[in-house]
């Protein structure tokens, strides 16, 4: 398990009063009534989300324990509700509020495509899965369906895990174009390790799926490789 340590150190013994003791103007809840989110600290708006604490350990206080154990909300991003669960102060209801408020944001980052959206270029698609896909743990493979327009009218998540061949089949990315009479597609997959560089699994995939397309007359315009806040395009690198 990834530990980060801070430069503070939280002891929950130290500050056993509950949060509901404070002076009024001191609470988080309180303060975000007042004043609006914005002026709570990452630890006050955790707390805000835990809503309690436990015997010995208030809300905030457990939520300083989250960032001191792993370092940053982008690292708390990454974090499953077991993991929440070994924090002191956190059972699993609040750990799955929080697995949940995490997935809001991810979800609310990314600008959703709107029906039958355009795709001008690689960009469109990466400034949609990069917020989605941040964090992941594991490889995702996706295909989107174009009509002769260029507009997304469907995706599809071909496998989940790693990547390979055998998962990763033309059968299986092309079926649902087939029945579903799409022009083209586009596929994408996640590197959860960061690097955008292909694999040479990833370029075996992709010529795989060009040979496969040229057959049945669905092209494959491109393959995105999407890690962390970076992408590879295929088309864009010549790749296709």
């Keep these: 398990m990834e530990r980060v340590t801070t430069s503070y150190d939280v002891n929950p013994v130290s500050s056993p009063r509950s949060i509901r003791e404070w002076r009024v103007d001191e609470q ?20 805000v989300i835990l809503g309690t604490g436990t015997r010995g350990v208030n809300a905030l206080d457990a939520a300083r324990l989250l960032l001191n154990t792993y370092g ?8 499953d509700v077991s993991e929440f669960c070994a924090v002191p102060g956190i059972g699993p209801g609040k750990a799955l509020s929080l697995v949940a ?21 690689a960009k469109d698609i990466a ?4 917020p989605l896909l941040r ?9 989107l369906h174009l009509n002769s ?18 998962i990763v089949h033309p059968r299986e990315v092309f ?25 040479r699994e990833d370029l075996l995939i992709t010529k795989q799926l060009k040979e496969a397309g040229a057959i049945i007359d669905i092209k494959v315009l491109d393959h995105i490789i999407i ?5 590879t395009s295929f088309a864009e690198r010549g790749l296709m």
């Design 127 to 130: 400034n949609y899965y990069i």
């Design 135 to 143: 964090g992941a743990l594991h490889e995702s493979f996706r295909a």
């Design 149 to 166: 327009a260029n507009q997304v009218v469907r995706e599809i998540v071909v496998s989940e895990g790693s990547l390979n061949a055998s």
């Design 227 to 231: 890690a962390g806040d970076q992408f």
């Design 72 to 79: 940053s909300l982008d690292q708390l991003l990454r974090r």
């Design 28 to 47: 988080p809840r309180e303060r975000l009534r007042r004043h609006g989110a914005t002026t709570l600290s990452d630890s006050e708006l955790l707390a």
């Design 101 to 121: 408020a995490f997935e809001l944001s991810r979800r609310l980052e990314s600008a959703p495509f709107d029906t039958k959206r355009v795709v001008r270029n």
């Design 175 to 199: 079926r649902r174009a087939i029945t579903e009479s799409a022009a083209s597609i586009i596929v994408l997959h996640n590197h959860p390790s960061g690097n955008t560089e292909p694999s």
